[in-house]
Structures are given as C-alpha cells and as structure tokens.
C-alpha cells in the first residue's frame, strides 16, 4: 500500500522558517514527481512546488519563489519543504503528493498520491 505521510507543521511567527518532510512508503517515485501543495480555508489547492524527478528540475509556484525550497533524497524515499520567511499568507495545510513525471506540473490532478496534510501556522 503507498502511503505519503507528512510531518513538519506547527505554529510559527511571520519571518520564521520551518521545513516540512514526506515520508513515501510502498513504492520508489524516484522517477516521478513529488511535490507539495497546500490549502487555505475556503480556497482551492494551490500548488508549492515540485521536482520532477530525483534530482530532476524544481519548479516553484509564485507566491513561494525565493522563500521556500524543494528538495528530494531518493535513498530514502523523502521529499522536503524548506520554507523561510514565512508569511501570514502561508498559513494552510500542505500536502505532499505524487505523480507520473511531466504533465501539467501545477495541477493537483496530475498527481495519483497524497499524503493526508499537515497543518502550517504563521503568526503575526
């Protein structure tokens, strides 16, 4: 059974940082995308960031360029979340997620797995 389980998350002060891991389990995605997403009450899923593959090329989306930081370790079957200068913005539950590399990178649809979220905080 595949599983994506996330940890990281808490409550942390605006400009802070906090990093945020993806446990895979069940099968290798070493040459698949992973990624994360995250969901704010009352909006739609909004793509982060993602690496198409292990080592592959990284793609962020706007909100988060030059903040945050994807990064993979394929040995473990872990995807990370660096996040830095943390804004009230950010706050939402973020999700790791999975999928055949290539396609439509920012849309949740491309991705068959998903890990159940964890709950990120910024505090003003």
């Known amino acids: 059974q595949v599983q994506l389980v996330e940890s990281g998350g808490g409550l942390v002060q605006a400009g802070g940082s906090l990093r945020l891991s993806c446990a895979a389990s069940?099968?290798?995605?070493?040459?698949?995308?992973m990624g994360w997403f995250r969901q704010a009450p009352g909006k739609e899923r909004e793509f982060v960031a993602t690496e198409m593959w292990t080592g592959g090329s990284r793609y962020y989306g706007d909100s988060v360029k030059g903040r945050f930081t994807i990064s993979r370790d394929g040995a473990k079957n872990m995807v990370y979340l660096q996040m830095n200068s943390l804004k009230l913005e950010d706050t939402a539950v973020y999700y790791c997620?999975?999928?055949?590399?290539?396609?439509?990178?920012?849309?949740?649809?491309?991705?068959?797995?998903w890990g159940q979220g964890t709950q990120v905080t910024v505090s003003s």
């Open positions: 069940g099968r290798t995605f070493s040459r698949d995308k």
């Open positions: 997620a999975a999928g055949p590399s290539g396609g439509v990178l920012v849309a949740p649809s491309e991705y068959n797995y």
